[in-house]
């Protein structure tokens, strides 16, 4: 098994099964880096492999993807070897939307589907992208432009990334880290802006993940992606707000360790194309 830029290091060979996670808008594979070490000791056996995107971290010389479908491409090229063995696909917020197009395009493409989708923190694909302002409130504020980019200004975007528990305060009082970081998070927002329509259903368990106090997405939104669930889905609602990920970690790896768990003993799923 070759390494793909998109993961730190080749996967494990004999793993029973994979766990892929795609980060949230301007975070990176960094967001998941205790998720091996802890699942281990909840006794899940299991591969975990944090998505590296270009423009961050260790590829933040690299061009960013704006586009859903150009990004999405990319991955099912790359990573068509990885996923070739048993996995799951685990992504929080814009991560989410992400790890359903990847299925997506995969199933059309007949190609090996994950035994089951864990999708945390994001509206369903028919729902508009939350939109970001300084109160962080959902849906409301300074959404995308007409070019799909974030309108909010440097200070307004930041304040509402605070609000949201995704910055920590004190960085506010440090503006060459927020060049560093906002331009990311605006890249990204365009690019979950340039999802377009919905598409249909996936062929996939879905397990979705909501924040009791997210001020961004709502449980109700969270819960909506069930109209895409073809082998059923399930919902938990756990302490914390967006980024649940972050404040509950030992709480949502709680909710993922029995679910590596149920399905690290099953066959690869493959799709019909359709």
Not at 145 to 172: I, M
Not at 254 to 267: E, I, K, M, S, T
Request: proline share 8%; hydrophobic share 45%; net charge neutral.
């Amino acid at each position: 098994m070759t390494t793909t830029e998109y993961l730190a290091r080749a996967p494990q060979p004999h793993a029973p099964v994979r766990l892929l996670c795609f980060p949230f808008a301007g975070g990176g594979a960094s967001a998941y880096a205790r998720w091996q070490s802890e699942l281990d000791a909840r006794g899940a056996s299991v591969d975990v492999l944090p998505v590296r995107l270009p423009g961050r971290e260790g590829r933040s010389g690299e061009p960013r993807f704006t586009e859903l479908a150009s990004l999405v491409e990319e991955l099912d090229e790359r990573l068509d070897e990885v996923l070739a063995s048993p996995h799951l696909l685990y992504g929080h917020s814009m991560g989410a939307l992400i790890a359903y197009a990847l299925m997506r395009r995969r199933q059309m493409r007949g190609a090996p589907l994950p035994r089951a989708a864990l999708l945390a923190a994001y509206r369903a694909p028919h729902l508009p992208p939350p939109r970001l302002d300084s109160g962080a409130g959902a849906g409301a504020g300074a959404g995308p432009g007409a070019d799909g980019s974030c309108a909010a200004s440097d200070s307004g975007l930041a304040r509402a990334l605070v609000a949201l528990g995704g910055l920590p305060e004190a960085l506010l009082g440090h503006p060459e880290w927020l060049r560093a970081l906002l331009p990311v998070v605006r890249d990204d927002l365009a690019l979950c802006a340039s999802a377009g329509p919905a598409g249909g259903s996936v062929r996939v368990p879905l397990h979705l993940f909501a924040g009791a106090d997210d001020s961004l997405v709502r449980t109700s939104e969270v819960t909506a992606w069930s109209r895409y669930a073809a082998r059923g889905c399930e919902v938990r609602v756990l302490p914390g707000g967006h980024f649940f990920l972050r404040t509950h970690e030992g709480w949502l790896l709680d909710d993922v360790a029995p679910l590596v768990r149920r399905y690290g003993g099953r066959r690869t799923v493959h799709a019909a194309a359709s």
